[in-house]
């Protein structure tokens, strides 16, 4: 999913700048919020950020269909750090990825964010929302969305690559979408079963050893460090 | 006072014998595919790559070269990220003692005051000795 550059027209990477900066402000702000909630949330966005590089990077070679592709880990970041959060996190993952890897594009941060950082986020997290709403166990509505936040990306991705060609292209736009969609989905469906594994086994072992890091499992009675305690005379 | 701490223990506690287990799991699947991949001549293209050359040659009649922004010639690429993976690990890995101690137990910090010594290098692991 991350398109290089020269491949988008100015029009519509701009576009995709511009779509990106209106998650920024959100996502600073539950970035501050939760650092005020949670002292170790800080050391902990880090470490996810870190992740996401890692596992955004990580090729994984699918003998079948003879090709690599990648999971993108913002689905199991989303539930963990916050959706907006992971948007933030995903800014930070492809400059870095378009700096030194070469993976992605300067110019095309913007059109990235939106699909590994925007669709792949927010498809995961509502799955994930809406299944714990309807009382499903944590690796089942995990494994939902790490599944389906995985896809969306890989959807979102070959959309941009069809709307790039939307003037001028040469097959109809549904069709050009599909066309792209299945340059990857072939490898990228059996890696979306491992990044369902994943997600259900990595939020599985966080939630039993440290549930107040994650809000929805947070117990009430727990008292976490907060930045007001801390501040506060007699605190730690 | 510090509680008694088996140094095997810190060596193979239960943590790292699961990110033993787990890196294995992911080379030996990596390997094997790419054994078979080789031996079928498939050639293992990124399928970002694939899809770039498609989109780009739609929108341009050629596909673009892909090198990174900054391009480090050579083996100079693999001496950075050695040492950026060197550092990160070891920052990593401090943050995660930190992060994933058992709150259940003393605080991390209270141990190392009260031990008036030490450090984090003789802190019990997570899985491994009970405080």
């Known amino acids: 999913m991350h398109i290089e550059d020269g491949i988008l027209q100015p029009a519509w990477w701009i576009s995709w700048y511009a779509a990106t900066a209106a998650f920024v402000a959100p996502g600073l702000r539950e970035i501050r919020k939760r650092i005020q909630e949670n002292l170790y949330y800080k050391p902990f966005l880090a470490m996810v950020g870190v992740a996401v590089f890692v596992i955004s990077s990580m090729h994984m070679p699918c003998p079948v269909t003879g090709s690599c592709s990648h999971p993108c880990g913002t689905p199991l970041a989303s539930i963990i750090v916050g959706p907006f959060a992971t948007v933030i996190i995903s800014i930070v993952v492809l400059f870095f990825q378009a700096v030194f890897l070469g993976h992605g594009g300067i110019t095309t941060i913007g059109a990235n964010t939106i699909s590994m950082g925007v669709c792949g986020t927010f498809v995961g997290y509502g799955l994930w929302k809406l299944f714990r709403y309807l009382n499903s166990p944590v690796w089942l509505a995990a494994g939902i969305a790490g599944l389906f936040g995985d896809l969306a990306t890989y959807l979102a991705s070959a959309g941009e690559l069809a709307l790039n060609l939307l003037h001028g292209g040469h097959l109809p736009f549904f069709r050009q979408w599909m066309v792209f969609f299945m340059g990857y989905g072939p490898t990228q469906f059996p890696l979306a079963i491992v990044e369902a594994i994943f997600t259900a086994g990595i939020l599985h072992v966080m939630i039993s050893r440290r549930p107040d890091l994650i809000p929805d499992f947070a117990p009430a009675h727990q008292a976490v460090p907060t930045k007001t305690a801390l501040d506060s005379p007699g605190g730690r | ?131």
């Open chain 2, 1 to 131: 006072m510090m509680p008694e701490i088996d140094d095997r223990k810190i060596f193979m506690d239960s943590f790292v014998k699961v990110c033993l287990i787990a890196f294995l799991i992911f080379e030996v699947a990596i390997f094997a595919s790419a054994t078979y991949m080789n031996i079928h001549k498939m050639v293992g293209t990124g399928t970002d790559d694939l899809v770039n050359d498609a989109g780009a040659t739609a929108t341009s009649g050629s596909a673009t070269t892909h090198h990174p922004f900054i391009n480090l010639p050579g083996d100079t690429q693999l001496g950075a990220f050695s040492i950026a993976n060197f550092f990160v690990g070891l920052m990593v890995g401090y943050t995660w003692r930190k992060i994933y101690f058992d709150t259940k137990k003393e605080d991390v910090e209270s141990q190392w005051k009260k031990s008036g010594s030490g450090g984090p290098d003789r802190l019990p692991s997570p899985g491994g000795v009970k405080a």
